[in-house]
């Protein structure tokens, strides 16, 4: 079973600052997918970036970028330039191709931007 | 374009009563769809996913069941709820094909009481 760890519950950064989200996830597989998510106040699910594990490039959103090391099986979103509209939860998932496609979920990290 | 649609929103409903809530999918054919459970402050608990017309998989064993009468309508149900069926419920879908990401509707905030 594959599972995704996200070992930061509560996370806290200045407007304008850059913070890293970390991620990590355990899996036999070679082929998958990763994504991360989020979830603002509202609680409506958002996607925030996804990457291919047969991709060695970094998936990039404006903003929001990952470091993908898959050797280390590590998935870590950086956002730059934090904006107060980023404070939510973020959560890591897994895509599980032998499971309907389905997302398997890490506990999740609630951002916070201050001014 | 696509959207999904989930209801109720809110949802009170004392220990013993039955639940059902309903979910479907518009601008789309065959799509994969879901359901989550999110208790308060934890993450995202995969329920239930089917990838057609009554076919169904659970992947928790619980006090839930799930059904797919039509290619875009997921329905979640219960017989006798329980305390702790308590939570945030959410449906999504998919188009059921790697990297394609799990579009989520608004999701239902369950009270058992």
Not at chain 1, 20 to 25: G, I
Request: aromatic fraction near 12%.
């Amino acid at each position: 079973a594959q599972t995704v760890t996200q070992s930061q519950p509560e996370m806290s950064v200045q407007e304008a600052e850059t913070v890293t989200l970390s991620c990590t996830y355990d899996t036999s597989e070679n082929n998958y997918y990763l994504f991360w998510y989020k979830q603002p106040p509202s609680r409506q699910m958002i996607l925030v970036i996804r990457q291919e594990a047969y991709k060695q490039q970094n998936a990039t959103e404006n903003r929001f970028s990952v470091n993908f090391q898959k050797a280390a099986k590590s998935f870590s979103l950086k956002i730059s330039d934090s904006q107060l509209g980023d404070t939510a939860m973020y959560f890591c998932a897994f895509m599980k191709p032998n499971s309907g496609y389905a997302l398997n979920f890490g506990k999740g990290t609630s951002l916070l931007v201050t001014p | 374009s696509q959207t999904i649609h989930q209801w109720p929103a809110t949802l009170v409903q004392p220990v013993g009563s039955p639940l059902s809530l309903e979910c479907t999918v518009e601008g789309t054919s065959n799509p994969n769809l879901y359901w989550y459970r999110q208790a308060a402050g934890r993450g995202l608990q995969l329920l239930f996913y089917s990838v057609g017309i009554g076919q169904i998989s659970s992947e928790v064993p619980q006090n839930l069941s799930a059904s797919r009468p039509q290619d875009r309508q997921f329905i979640l149900s219960s017989k006798k709820l329980l305390l702790s069926d308590s939570g945030f419920y959410l449906c999504a879908w998919s188009a059921g094909q790697g990297a394609s990401p799990l579009h989520f509707g608004n999701g239902t905030r369950l009270t058992v009481t």
